[in-house]
């Protein structure tokens, strides 16, 4: 029988490797290398830095990018259980609408309100409500307006590729003014 050799030449670095995988020290070095090194900084959780253009955190472990859209995403993922009491929210109407105003679920606001009620401060509670409701209303009114205003001058390429220009009535100057001053009324009008 022909004895079988092994013909093979190992390395330094591949014997220290095989040393380290024993050992289990699977993460050391076998080796030096000379060059470039990036410099890295270790961040905990909840820390904000910027890094190529964009801010990044760590939350729950994982490096994430913050974006302006965070707060937006936050409000439109719904809970499995209440942020106050901790009991699981039912995705009913009532829970719903509650959370997307107060961040908790019906039974909560039930609780609160009736807390309110006791502490005699309904009337400023109920007020609060209305004025922020009214708020909401004249900033999508305000937005709509100078919308129009601005669009006032546009140009649109057809299909056949021709430019087109749409111009719609005059607003009188006046009707401006008159406008932006029944909104600076409604803003400041508290019910």
Not at 104 to 133: H, L, P, Q, S, T
Not at 153 to 158: K, Q, S
Request: glycine share 6%.
């Amino acid at each position: 029988m022909s004895e079988n050799n092994l013909k093979k030449e190992f390395s330094k670095r591949d014997v220290q490797r095989m040393r380290n995988i024993i050992t289990g020290n699977t993460g050391a070095s076998t080796g030096t290398q000379v060059g470039y090194s990036k410099q890295s900084q270790d961040y905990q959780e909840g820390d904000v830095w910027e890094e190529d253009g964009k801010k990044w955190t760590i939350k729950n472990g994982l490096k994430q990018t913050l974006t302006k859209f965070d707060k937006l995403k936050k409000l439109a993922v719904f809970p499995l259980t209440c942020p106050e009491c901790g009991k699981p929210m039912k995705s009913d109407d009532l829970n719903k609408k509650m959370y997307t105003i107060h961040s908790k679920c019906f039974d909560c606001v039930i609780e609160m309100e009736a807390k309110i009620k006791r502490e005699g401060k309904w009337d400023e509670y109920e007020k609060g409500m209305m004025n922020a409701n009214k708020e909401s209303i004249v900033d999508d009114f305000e937005a709509a307006f100078n919308e129009y205003l601005n669009s006032q001058n546009e140009t649109y390429i057809t299909e056949a590729g021709d430019i087109e220009s749409w111009k719609g009535g005059k607003v009188n100057e006046d009707e401006i003014k008159n406008v932006k001053e029944y909104i600076k009324k409604l803003r400041e009008y508290k019910i």
